[in-house]
Nanobody, 118 residues
Framework: QLQLVESGGGTVQPGESLTLSCTTS????????AMWFRQAPGKEREGVSC????????YYSDSVKGRFTISVDDRKKTAYLQMNSLKPEDADIYYC???????????WGQGTQVTVSS
């Protein structure tokens, strides 16, 4: 069964860190781009980061560049988003997405909540 399951969300204080995980099953993540998005209530979903096994450079949005790091463990079929120096504006629901090279297949996880509050 094809599935993406995010985990690792929670509540932290500003300046702290969290690592989100996206565990996949039912397909080979190596052949897909792994992406992280986030969405606040009433707002559009925002692309945060993207990584693939191709030569395409890793992408980070300007708002997270230098603080977040995306990675993939192909053996564990899991994508990660290491989030450091978290700010209140990083608080959102974070979603993982896997996309085939030409975009014909796109799979989403259910999301995980990140709250940053003092």
């Amino acid at each position: 069964q094809l599935q993406l399951v995010e985990s690792g969300g929670g509540t932290v204080q500003p300046g702290e860190s969290l690592t989100l995980s996206c565990t996949t099953s039912g397909f080979d993540l190596y052949h897909y781009a792994a992406m992280w998005f986030r969405q606040a209530p009433g707002k559009e979903r925002e692309g945060v980061s993207c990584i693939s096994s191709s030569d395409i450079p890793i992408y980070y949005s300007d708002s997270v560049k230098g603080r977040f790091t995306i990675s993939v463990d192909d053996r564990k079929k899991t994508a990660y988003l290491q989030m450091n120096s978290l700010k209140p504006e990083d608080a959102d629901i974070y979603y993982c997405k896997a996309q085939s090279p030409w975009g014909s297949e796109q799979y989403w996880g259910q999301g995980t909540q990140v709250t940053v509050s003092s």
